[in-house]
């Protein structure tokens, strides 16, 4: 039976968010309207004109030949803007987190947390990294839904992906749990770079950079999403919540510890479906030497690109 001296949580802080402004909250939606101008403006001045200098483009005038240009510098642009959004939430995400104890000891996650939702104070740099993160997937989810870009084969797997980051980012905020979102952003942020990097050399045909870097992000995601996230991030979830603050402070894990953990172990069931997908592009680069990505479009422009 339950003890009846636990605390039972509130589903969510007061208005002033324990630590964190209520208007400070409210930037992801400036941000979210401000990106896609932002995005404008970079393809303009930057990635438009790297494309002019690093692709190799079908110059005929057939049909099939427009319909590719077209095609690889949708792309390009596309992988130009996400590798640029998602290095700065790396060199951001460092910002908030190099010098805090919760970088290298998921104990600290919890420390000074006296009740759920968390009490503890939230910096700015890390106040900044949850705004702009959840105003970018709000822009991007929309894009998806518009068919902004080309269309992936997992795009209903990075639709269920995105509502789930930003429930989770959301959920994370409001109950002032921003240690270990801070941490979950960092560990999937760092791996896109790399994931980036390889496909804007592919499309540049590049391919001993475009393999080597596959290779590089196939580390890097097996150490970040397969290793660290269940086994620090959702273990911390799980156990160290218990631990170090319902048995500590008499209080009620629920319903904030199911919430948490299920949007969590639905990211990761997201990455066991990736990890599958990206060994099928592992395979195909160890046989035939080539980094065609399983994410790319669905329609007959693939057999086109080959």
Same mark, same amino acid.
């Given at each position: 039976?339950?003890? =009846?001296?636990?605390?039972?949580?509130?589903?969510?802080?007061?208005?002033?968010?324990?630590?964190?402004? +209520?208007?400070?909250?409210?930037?992801?939606?400036?941000?979210? $309207?401000?990106?896609?101008?932002?995005?404008?403006?970079?393809?303009?001045?930057?990635?438009?004109? $790297?494309?002019?200098?690093?692709?190799?483009?079908?110059?005929?005038?057939?049909?099939?030949?427009?319909?590719?240009?077209?095609?690889?510098?949708?792309?390009?642009?596309?992988?130009?803007?996400?590798?640029?959004?998602?290095?700065?939430?790396?060199?951001?995400?460092?910002?908030?987190?190099?010098?805090?104890?919760?970088?290298? *000891?998921?104990?600290?996650?919890?420390?000074?947390?006296?009740?759920?939702?968390?009490?503890?104070?939230?910096?700015?740099?890390?106040?900044?990294?949850?705004?702009?993160? &959840?105003?970018?997937?709000?822009?991007?989810?929309?894009?998806? $839904?518009?068919?902004?870009?080309?269309?992936?084969?997992? @795009? *209903?797997?990075?639709?269920?992906?995105?509502?789930?980051?930003?429930?989770?980012?959301?959920?994370?905020?409001?109950? *002032?749990?921003?240690?270990?979102?801070?941490?979950?952003?960092? $560990?999937?942020?760092?791996?896109?770079?790399?994931?980036?990097?390889?496909?804007?050399?592919?499309?540049?045909?590049?391919?001993?950079?475009?393999?080597?870097?596959?290779?590089? +992000?196939?580390?890097?995601?097996?150490?970040?999403?397969?290793?660290?996230? =269940?086994? @620090?991030?959702?273990?911390?979830?799980?156990?160290?919540?218990?631990?170090?603050?319902?048995?500590?402070?008499?209080?009620?894990?629920? =319903?904030? @510890?199911?919430?948490?953990?299920? +949007?969590?172990?639905?990211? +990761?069931?997201?990455?066991?479906?990736?990890?599958?997908?990206?060994?099928?592009?592992? &395979?195909?680069?160890?046989?035939?030497?080539?980094?065609?990505?399983?994410?790319?479009?669905?329609?007959?422009?693939?057999?086109?690109?080959?």
């Amino acid at each position: 039976m339950e003890d =009846p001296q636990l605390k039972i949580s509130p589903l969510f802080r007061t208005v002033n968010f324990g630590g964190v402004n +209520f208007w400070a909250g409210c930037l992801f939606l400036p941000m979210a $309207l401000f990106l896609p101008e932002v995005r404008k403006l970079m393809e303009v001045s930057v990635f438009e004109p $790297l494309g002019k200098a690093y692709l190799k483009l079908p110059q005929g005038s057939s049909a099939k030949d427009r319909k590719k240009r077209t095609l690889v510098t949708m792309k390009w642009m596309d992988s130009c803007w996400e590798f640029s959004s998602y290095l700065v939430f790396c060199c951001l995400g460092l910002l908030a987190s190099v010098t805090q104890e919760w970088f290298t *000891n998921t104990r600290y996650f919890w420390l000074g947390c006296t009740q759920l939702p968390c009490d503890y104070e939230v910096t700015t740099p890390v106040n900044l990294l949850y705004n702009l993160e &959840f105003g970018w997937y709000m822009q991007s989810a929309y894009s998806m $839904l518009t068919k902004f870009g080309p269309r992936k084969k997992d @795009h *209903n797997q990075m639709l269920i992906h995105h509502a789930t980051t930003m429930a989770l980012i959301a959920y994370s905020y409001a109950t *002032n749990m921003t240690r270990i979102g801070c941490m979950t952003f960092l $560990l999937h942020d760092v791996c896109d770079v790399f994931l980036q990097l390889a496909k804007l050399a592919k499309y540049a045909k590049q391919e001993n950079a475009a393999t080597g870097g596959f290779l590089v +992000f196939l580390c890097v995601w097996t150490g970040t999403r397969l290793y660290y996230f =269940p086994l @620090h991030i959702i273990r911390s979830a799980y156990f160290e919540t218990i631990e170090m603050v319902a048995v500590p402070y008499g209080v009620h894990p629920q =319903p904030h @510890h199911s919430i948490l953990n299920g +949007f969590l172990g639905l990211l +990761f069931v997201c990455h066991i479906i990736w990890t599958i997908m990206i060994l099928r592009v592992a &395979f195909k680069t160890v046989t035939t030497k080539s980094t065609d990505d399983v994410r790319e479009d669905s329609d007959d422009s693939d057999r086109e690109d080959s």
